[in-house]
C-alpha cells in the first residue's frame, strides 16, 4: 500500500507522463449524492428507531474512501459514529457505494436537530453532508 507522501507526490508527478496502467492521480472530495433519515422525524419521550443512509458517487480512479462518519451529537449520540457499506447495516449490498446506520434514541426535547455525514479518502480529503431531523412533541 503507497504512503500518503506516495500518493500526494503522485498529485503533481507530470514527469513520467500517465497511461492506462498509471493514470493520472488527480484527486477530487468524496462527495454525497444525498443524506437521509427514515422516519425523518421522532417525538419526545419515544423511542425513535432511524435508518440514516448515504449514497456516494463512485470513485473511479480517485483516491477510495477510507472512513464514513455521522456526528450523532445533536441526538445525543457520539460525534464520530462509523457508517457501514457492507449490506448489513441498512445499505442494499456490499461495496454499492451506500454507506448506512441504524440508530435508536429516546428524544428528550423538540426542535430541529442537524446531523451531519462526513466521507474521508485515503488522502484525507473530505466531502459532508448536513440534514436536519424534527423532534416533535
Same mark, same amino acid.
Given at each position: 500500500?503507497?504512503?500518503?507522501?506516495?500518493?500526494?507526490?503522485?498529485?503533481?508527478?507530470?514527469?513520467?507522463?500517465?497511461?492506462?496502467?498509471?493514470?493520472?492521480?488527480?484527486?477530487?472530495?468524496?462527495?454525497?449524492?444525498?443524506?437521509?433519515?427514515?422516519?425523518?422525524?421522532?417525538?419526545?419521550?419515544?423511542? #425513535?428507531?432511524?435508518?440514516?443512509? @448515504?449514497?456516494?458517487?463512485?470513485?473511479?480512479?480517485? /483516491? %477510495?474512501?477510507?472512513? $464514513?462518519?455521522?456526528?450523532?451529537?445533536?441526538?445525543?449520540?457520539?460525534?464520530?459514529?462509523?457508517?457501514?457499506?457492507?449490506?448489513?447495516?441498512?445499505?442494499?449490498? #456490499?461495496?454499492?457505494?451506500?454507506? @448506512?446506520?441504524?440508530?435508536?434514541?429516546?428524544?428528550? /426535547? %423538540?426542535?430541529?436537530? $442537524?446531523?451531519?455525514?462526513?466521507?474521508?479518502?485515503?488522502?484525507?480529503?473530505?466531502?459532508?453532508?448536513?440534514?436536519?431531523?424534527?423532534?416533535?412533541?
Amino acid at each position: 500500500i503507497p504512503s500518503i507522501e506516495t500518493k500526494i507526490q503522485a498529485l503533481s508527478d507530470f514527469e513520467h507522463g500517465y497511461t492506462e496502467q498509471n493514470p493520472c492521480s488527480v484527486n477530487i472530495s468524496p462527495e454525497v449524492i444525498s443524506f437521509t433519515a427514515q422516519p425523518d422525524r421522532a417525538a419526545v419521550g419515544k423511542e #425513535a428507531k432511524i435508518m440514516l443512509r @448515504a449514497p456516494f458517487f463512485p470513485r473511479g480512479n480517485f /483516491s %477510495p474512501i477510507s472512513s $464514513v462518519k455521522v456526528d450523532l451529537s445533536a441526538l445525543g449520540g457520539a460525534v464520530d459514529a462509523s457508517m457501514f457499506d457492507d449490506g448489513e447495516h441498512g445499505d442494499e449490498a #456490499a461495496g454499492d457505494n451506500t454507506y @448506512a446506520l441504524n440508530i435508536a434514541f429516546v428524544p428528550d /426535547s %423538540p426542535g430541529e436537530r $442537524v446531523v451531519e455525514v462526513t466521507a474521508t479518502d485515503e488522502l484525507g480529503w473530505r466531502g459532508n453532508k448536513p440534514i436536519l431531523f424534527e423532534i416533535v412533541r
